[in-house]
């Protein structure tokens, strides 16, 4: 099991940055990659970013491609996004979960991830 605990959340502006923390514990070693997702009422949780936790290879949303960045300190057992040029539209419950190993889906599907945080709110405000 891995617990997984998010930072950084807040109320910001369009156009602002946020930096978002997901602190990883427990059985780290067997983690494979750790993604991004954020869920807003009534929609399905949807992929934001997703980073593999040995190699470094990232994959992103349409959505937030050239906006959001991911990245990890493995020595930290810690991810990150960097999300600027921050739109309303982005305004969700964003939540960081570990893919463990055996990998068997795509990252940027919430199939493959096994362990999940509480989430943190982003509200971008216009």
């Known amino acids: 099991q891995v617990q997984l605990v998010e930072s950084g959340g807040g109320l910001v502006q369009a156009g602002d940055s946020l930096r978002l923390s997901c602190a990883a514990s427990?059985?780290?070693?067997?983690?494979?990659?750790m993604g991004w997702f954020r869920q807003v009422p009534g929609k399905e949780r949807e992929f934001v970013a997703a980073?593999?936790?040995?190699?470094?290879?990232?994959t992103y949303a349409d959505s937030v491609k050239g906006r959001f960045t991911i990245s990890r300190d493995n020595a930290k057992n810690t991810v990150y996004v960097q999300m600027n040029s921050l739109k309303p539209e982005d305004t969700a419950v964003y939540y960081c979960a570990s893919d463990r190993l055996p990998h068997s889906s795509p990252v940027f599907s919430t199939a493959g991830y096994e362990d999940w945080g509480q989430g943190t709110q982003v509200t971008v405000s216009s």
């Open positions: 980073i593999t936790w040995s190699g470094g290879r990232t």
């Open positions: 427990g059985r780290t070693f067997g983690i494979y990659a």
